[in-house]
């Protein structure tokens, strides 16, 4: 089954893109340069800077970096992988982890002597894979907080300390849904927790949509299924069953989604394929609140004409509040054509001096400690508050991180989960029907 479906994969992958692909890639890697790529424009001068730093540590060097947005960095990164233009070094992702180990395709890192203990928890662990070989250096982490309008949140009434003090359950919402349903407005001037409310013509939602979450639900439903106990799969890496069919997943689902059918949550077709983000129904006055990741404080805050702030998420039946911790790293590519030069590049990238670097920019939270201090107090400068995103990483007897699933055949389980997930939020179906759809992935994995 695995050689199976990895062999359709790289197959379907060939046809499609290599034709599109094959140019640029690796080019201009040899003895004396480094390619390097990364899908974050914000990022770029943080790295640029880092390449210099590097450069003048190894004059002998160069690093070429290349920056692709996010969905034409997979496809070309994968099909370069097939054309074998595949750059030196790149910027991996947790949900690729999986499909790039299958694949045989990443370079051993246990040679750079990296110390899981010098980054936040959790975040080098992550990137060993089931043979017991590291493949990812820790590169930075974001988390999910609740990003709100400032004017709407002040003309509800509501302060920063209770939208910092929510909580939450699937039985009546508590005092998080009556806080979206307050914040909430149709198109009469009426709250959502008002008589006369009108869910059908609504102006303003009390939560944006980020979509149906897919398999994964980082910045939707996610906050709310791990501050109810679950987990996507049996082992907190590489487990052999996913949990899709649990009754509290579909209880909170249920639930979820049962906002949008009661007019507080935006409905699917705001997000369709994502032509609408949640950053951009907030900036417009079409949603007041929006789950999302720390990847995006630069923008909210950024936007002309609004006024942003963020609160923690909401604590849940567990008893803690719950974000999605993601942590990027950096892979070698299996054959990188300065292998050499790769490593020590990527040695440098985990290294204080890179992270400070970074951090310093404001844009991201780097691995180390050191890193991620640099980036709050530039956050700081800048007047803006990152508590209720790095909070949740160090008051662990309040609240719990967890990571994107860490299992085989992840594009199989989000080209099954999203038309599901997609199905329950945008056409009413039942929650029910996601036992099916688990079972179908749990026959992948050989359960």
Partial sequence: MRIRTVMSLVGALALSLVSGCAQGGAAGSGANTVTYW????????????????????????????????????????????????????????????????????????????????????????????????????????????????????????????????????????????????????????????????????????????????????????????????????????????????????QSVVDWYFGLARKGYLAPFTDYTDGANPANAQVASGRAATAFDGAWMISTYYGTKGLDVGTALTPVGPSGKRATMMNGLADSVTKNARNKDGALRWVRYLASDACQKTVGSYGIVFPATPDGTRAAVAAYGKKGIDVSAFTGPVTDRQHARTFSFPIADYAADVYALMRPAMQDVYANGAPVSGLTRTNDQINFLLGQ
């Avoid at 880092?50 to 947005?69: D, H, M, S, Y």
């Avoid at 910045?219 to 890496?237: E, I, L, Q, V």
């Fill in 38 to 249: 990364l899908w974050d424009a914000n990022q770029l001068p943080a790295y640029q800077a880092c390449a210099k730093g590097f450069e003048r540590k190894n004059p002998e060097l160069t690093v070429k970096i290349t920056q692709l947005g996010w969905a034409d960095y997979w496809t070309k990164l994968t099909a370069s992988f097939i054309a074998g233009t595949e750059p030196d070094v790149f910027t991996d992702h947790i949900q690729k982890f999986g499909q790039f180990a299958d694949l045989k395709v990443l370079e051993p890192l246990d040679g750079l002597g990296i110390d899981d203990a010098a980054y936040q928890s959790g975040l080098g662990a992550n990137w060993t894979g089931q043979d017991g070989h590291r493949y990812g250096a820790p590169k930075d982490w974001d988390t999910v907080a609740l990003f709100y309008n400032r004017k709407m949140t002040e003309d509800a009434g509501l302060t920063a300390d209770q939208l910092n003090s929510l909580a939450w359950n699937p039985k009546d919402g508590g005092t998080f849904e009556r806080t979206i349903a307050h914040l909430t407005v149709d198109k009469n001037g009426t709250r959502g927790d008002e008589p006369g409310f009108d869910k059908d013509n609504v102006r303003t939602y009390g939560l944006a949509t980020g979509g149906a979450g897919d398999s994964d639900g980082q910045t939707t439903w996610s906050p709310f299924t791990a501050s109810a106990g679950w987990n996507y799969t049996d082992k907190a890496r590489w487990g052999d069953r996913y949990a899709y069919d649990s009754d509290t997943f």
